[in-house]
C-alpha cells in the first residue's frame, strides 16, 4: 500500500488510537511524541495533533500544539490565523525506517499544503538530539547552544571513570554522609517531589512556565505509565532531592525536580544522577539526557558536563515562517496594540516567533 500522510487529533479518540498505533511502530517510541504528553502542554482553545506518515515500514511523526492567535488580547478582531509549537522537551519531526528519506519529500510538501489551508502563521519545532532520528524540516534551523548526553554504552567501572574528578568526589562524600537512593515508579512520594520541587523553583527565581502544579504531575502518573519515574535521594529517611525523569525505548530524560537546600554540603544531587545512570544502564538503556544550561556554559550547563565530559551535542530548533506576510503583520498588530496601550514594544531578537515576544525595550 502507499504511504499515507495524516492529520491527527488527540481529541479525537479513533485518531489518537491511531496515532498511538503509529508510534508503536517505531522502535524507539520517544515520550515527546506520545499524544498524552503533547496534551500536558495543550491549553484550553488549543488541539494536539501529530501530522504523521502512514507506512507499512518506515514512519515519520511530527506532534505539535496548535495555537489559536484570536485569543492573545491584542489581535484584530476576526483574526483567524493559527501558529505551532512542539510541546517543552525534544518534540521531532521524527522517521523511522528505511523508506523514511524517500518519504520525507512528500510528506513535507502534505505539511505545508496543511498550514496553507490551516492559515499556519509560523511553527517553532525543538528538534532531538540524535541526528538519526530527525526529519529535518526545510526551513531555517538554529543552533541553542549544547546539551549534555551521558552514554551508559560503558561497564560500570568505565562509567565512574569518565566523570569528572568532582562528581567522583561528591558521590563519596554523599554516602559517607549516610544518603540513600529510592527509585520511585509509581509516583508514591509526589507530596515531598513537589515540596522540593517548588522550593527549587521559587530559590533560582524561575520563569513561572516552570512552576507546574499538582495536576500536571497527576496526569503523567496516570497516563504515562511506564514513561517515567522519580529518583530520590534520602536523608535520615527524609527526601533532600529529587528527579522525575521521561523514559523512552533508548533513552532517559531528565525533566524536572529540585534539592533541598539544607542537604546542600552532603552533595545529594550527584548521588541521585550517579544512581540513577548505573539504574538506566541496568535497564539496558543507552544514554541519559542531561539536558543543557539557561545560557551557553554557564554554571547550569558545566554542573551537568561534569557528569560527561565529552558528551556535549548540538540542540537545534526550527523557526519555521509559513506566510511571511501574516507574520510581519502580526508584529504589527502587536506593536499597535501595545502602543494603544501606553507601553514601548519591539520584538525581541532572539525569540520566536517575534510577534509573542516579550519586549527588547
Not at 495533533?49 to 511530527?62: F, K, M, Q, R, Y
Not at 484584530?76 to 525506517?97: I, K, L, M, N, V
Not at 562509567?159 to 563519596?172: G, S
Not at 501595545?338 to 520566536?352: H, I, K, N, Q, T
Request: proline share 5%.
Amino acid at each position: 500500500m502507499p504511504a499515507k500522510n495524516l492529520v491527527l487529533d488527540a481529541s479525537v479518540p479513533e485518531e489518537k488510537a491511531t496515532w498511538r498505533e503509529l508510534l508503536s511502530r517505531w522502535p524507539e517510541r520517544e515520550v515527546w511524541a506520545d499524544p498524552d504528553y503533547v496534551r500536558l502542554f495543550t491549553k484550553p482553545g488549543e488541539r494536539s495533533v501529530c501530522i504523521a506518515t502512514d507506512d507499512a515500514e518506515s514512519g515519520i511523526l511530527l506532534p505539535l500544539i496548535l495555537r489559536p492567535l484570536d485569543t492573545l488580547g491584542w489581535t484584530d478582531e476576526g483574526c483567524a490565523r493559527f501558529d505551532a509549537t512542539s510541546p517543552y522537551g525534544y518534540g521531532g519531526p521524527f522517521q523511522w525506517g528505511e523508506r523514511s528519506k524517500t518519504l520525507a519529500t512528500d510528506f513535507w510538501s502534505s505539511f505545508e499544503s496543511w498550514a496553507r489551508d490551516t492559515h499556519l502563521a509560523a511553527s517553532f519545532l525543538r528538534l532531538s538530539l540524535f541526528p538519526e532520528q530527525r526529519a529535518t524540516p526545510p526551513c531555517q534551523l538554529v543552533d541553542k547552544g549544547e546539551n549534555v548526553v551521558r552514554t551508559l554504552e560503558l561497564d560500570e567501572e568505565a562509567l565512574w571513570a569518565d566523570y569528572a574528578h568532582k562528581v567522583r568526589k561528591n558521590v563519596r562524600r554523599a554516602r559517607r554522609d549516610g544518603l540513600a537512593f529510592e527509585v520511585d515508579e509509581a509516583g508514591k512520594r509526589l507530596d515531598a517531589f513537589l515540596e522540593i520541587y517548588h522550593a527549587t523553583m521559587d530559590r533560582n527565581q524561575a520563569d513561572q512556565g516552570y512552576y507546574f502544579d499538582r495536576d500536571f504531575f497527576e496526569a503523567i502518573i496516570r497516563d504515562l505509565a511506564g514513561q517515567f519515574v522519580f529518583f530520590h535521594v534520602l536523608q535520615d529517611r527524609v527526601v533532600v532531592s529529587t528527579e522525575l525523569v521521561l523514559l523512552s525505548a533508548r533513552h532517559m530524560y531528565s525533566f524536572l525536580g529540585g534539592t533541598s537546600s539544607v542537604a546542600f554540603r552532603s552533595r545529594p544531587n550527584d548521588l541521585l544522577k550517579h544512581e540513577a545512570s548505573l539504574w538506566a544502564r541496568a535497564r539496558g538503556l543507552d544514554s541519559f539526557v542531561l539536558g543543557g544550561g539557561y545560557a551557553p556554559d554557564d554554571g547550569i550547563y558545566k554542573y551537568k558536563a561534569a557528569f560527561a565530559p565529552k558528551g556535549g551535542r548540538s540542540f537545534q530548533v526550527a523557526e519555521w515562517i509559513h506566510d511571511q506576510g501574516a507574520h510581519d503583520d502580526l508584529v504589527e498588530m502587536r506593536a499597535g496594540a501595545e502602543r494603544r496601550a501606553g507601553v514601548s514594544w519591539s520584538p525581541r531578537e532572539d525569540y520566536f516567533p517575534a510577534y509573542r515576544s516579550s519586549s527588547s525595550s
